[in-house]
């Protein structure tokens, strides 16, 4: 990434190095696969048993990206809970009496939030069982359920906990690692390659879009893709310390209301999905906002014909993938390398863009209240 004009940043080269990533984030859940197929394996004999996906801000985004990916491959309903959520209101995670698999995303481990909400399940919930995924074994979270029984805690490569204030190597990290877990096949290899092909040109067509000096940018994507909106408009807002403002909505739900944002100082990308059916959607959006503010200000992200978006700039991602949220791991590098070019052209540092400690890599600030619960 470096090489090709985008900084010699840790941010940048963590956005580099995913696709090498990648095969070694496959072989730490190998590894783990015996402990974690029986983890899983015994939550899911219950038919009653809940799978809820937990995390705070990016770590959450993860859980909405995979989410359908692996409520398609299990047959049953997958739930995305935010742990700042479960903290805030501990009986609205916790309605009935059924037995829950809790699957955390941590980079650090360190988060209050991450803690203190599987600390509330466990407490709330019979029977809970705890799938750890972290960047950071030696981590809070990691090193309280190590030994903890039913749980088990997969650590990935120490490459996908990013030095860089930003989490990228380690949002596509443990979203791989959450398909393969729960035995959802993906090609690994050409996952790489495509991720590869897109890094490629990142450079490039990051740093145009960042010339148009844009005030606000709006993503857009359906289903699993809305996740990867959300993760894409928070890289925006993170490391250009909220001067490029990030809009995040479904394709169809951003008609009702949140086009408002659209004015001449705004990019829209949307994410094109892989479904026909939702993609079909995706489109109609497309050439909506070209007709709204023009082709030159509009980005497709996907392998696509100009014309069927209504002549909006194509940003390529090409490849064979099983499902949108395997996609969305490829297609996240445009929104990573669009935010690292917009911060570079406002003169900021990338990998610290809140010097004045307002927004931390780890968050601080957080004060865990007890809780207590009148049915205990």
Sequence with gaps: MGERGLGSSWTAEEIGQQPAVWPRVAAAVEQARPRVEGLVGAALADVRTRVVLTGAGTSAFIGEVVAPALARHLGRPVETIATTDVVSDPRAAVADDRPVLLVSFARSGNSPESLAAAELLHRLTPGLRHLVITCHPQGELGRRWADADDAVVVALPEETNDRGFAMTSSFTGMALAALLAFGVGVDVDALALAGTAVLAEAAERASAIAGAKPERLVYLGSGALRGLAKEA????????????????????????????????????????????????????????????????????????????????????????????????????????????????????????????????????????????DSRE
């Design 233 to 372: 408009a928070l890289k925006s807002l993170e490391l250009t310390r909220g001067q490029v403002v990030g809009i995040a909505d479904s394709s169809l739900g951003f008609r009702h209301g949140p086009k408002s944002v659209l004015d001449d100082r705004t990019i829209a990308f949307v994410f094109l999905s892989t479904d026909p059916y939702a993609r079909s959607y995706d489109a109609d959006i497309a050439r909506e906002l070209v007709q709204a503010i023009g082709a030159d200000r509009v980005v497709v992200v996907g392998e696509a014909d100009s014309a069927e978006c209504g002549g909006a700039q194509v940003w390529p991602v090409r490849g064979s993938f099983g499902s949108p949220s395997e996609w969305a791991l490829v297609a996240v590098i445009a929104a990573q390398a669009t935010a690292l070019a917009c911060s570079l052209a406002l003169d900021l540092t990338p990998d610290n863009p809140f010097p004045g400690g307002e927004v931390n890599r780890v968050v601080q600030g957080v004060v865990i209240h007890e809780f207590t």
